[in-house]
């Protein structure tokens, strides 16, 4: 009987891996150079949202801040500062943020998450008080107390901060004047759903456009309305009356022409909003505690008719008082 033939195993065969062509690799790098142009734009839109928002959520913060301490202060604001140089303590004053902070007790909230590194280097941003001194800064900032400092302040560069942030201290609450000027809700604030208290700020050239917007710390927690105030809040700046006092560090008003407002003005002495957000916004919480993101042409001209007024930040909601 004839057996079947022995199949013999043949040996296995070696493959090689197949590699990329140059074409292929140059294909793909293609690919991914688009996918990255595509995606880049859009992660940085949705990085610039959502510190838009929580610039929006930090002043909503603020103006819940301010509305109780209104409500407990009998209707009166906070001053944008204190009144006296004998409140300083550890290079520090109080200041309205050290007003309100015992009503939130976060100080995260005070600072601006949009602050770039050349404001922040130029003194954009000031300590806390309480860190400082064990005197409360409403009390620390009378003529008559002399406060106590802190046996356990912080070390340099570890301190808490505020910043970006600027008051509307010409219609709510100015320190300089003698006697200051505390507005009052009932009195001074008719219109609080459309009467500005805080906002982001751009700081002051103080003068020269040679300067960048709050070199040295100039105006950085001030807000100026489009033109200085005259016959409501503190008629000026708080150090005098008149020409050469419209704004926090001076000068007289500016981008002021009849039906010429142009909202991309760059101001000598005005600390004005700033447009940091989104859209090119600038955040704002009102007198009733509210928050919005709002464009300059909006806020510096409130009945559009191309003329800057006062309109959201004297207290009435009428354009045609200051």
């Known amino acids: 009987m004839l057996s ?4 013999f195993a043949s040996p296995a065969q070696t493959i090689s891996p197949k590699g990329f062509t140059l074409i292929e690799l140059l294909v793909v790098i293609s690919i991914i150079a688009l996918l990255i142009g595509i995606l880049l734009p859009a992660l940085g839109a949705a990085r610039s949202s959502a510190k838009s928002i929580a610039n929006l959520s930090n002043l909503r913060q603020i103006g819940i801040a301010t509305v109780a301490y209104t409500t407990e202060q009998k209707g009166y604001y906070p001053m944008h500062s204190s009144s006296t140089s004998t409140s300083s303590v550890g290079g520090t004053k109080p200041r309205w943020a050290d007003y309100l902070y015992p009503y939130m007790n976060n100080t995260d909230i005070f600072l601006s998450p ?79 759903s459309e009467t500005v208290a805080f906002g982001d700020t751009t700081g002051s050239r103080d003068g020269s456009s040679a300067n960048d917007p709050g070199d040295g710390g100039a105006a950085v927690y001030a807000l100026d309305p489009p033109i200085g105030s005259i016959n409501y809040g503190s008629k000026g700046n708080g150090k005098g009356v008149g020409s050469g006092y419209a704004y926090y560090e001076g000068g007289d008003d500016e981008n002021a022409g009849s039906g010429s407002y142009d909202p991309e003005f760059e101001y000598d002495y005005r600390s004005a909003p700033a447009t940091r957000n989104s859209g090119d916004t600038a955040g704002f919480t009102f007198a009733d505690g509210h928050g919005e993101a709002l464009g300059r042409d909006i806020i510096d001209d409130y009945n559009g008719d191309g003329t800057a007024d006062n309109g959201y930040w004297n207290g009435r909601g009428n354009a045609s008082l200051r």
Do not use: C, M, W
């Open 4 to 7: 079947a033939p022995r199949r």
């Open 114 to 192: 949009n602050l770039d590194a050349r404001e922040i280097a130029s003194g954009f941003t000031k300590a806390f008080f309480h860190q400082y001194s064990d005197t409360p800064a409403h009390l620390a900032a009378l003529p008559s107390i002399t406060p106590v400092a802190s046996a356990n302040p912080p070390a340099s560069g570890e301190e808490a901060r505020h910043g970006g942030y600027g008051y509307n201290f010409q219609y709510l609450g100015n320190a300089r004047p003698t006697p200051t000027y505390h507005a009052r809700a009932s009195r001074d604030v008719l219109a609080a």
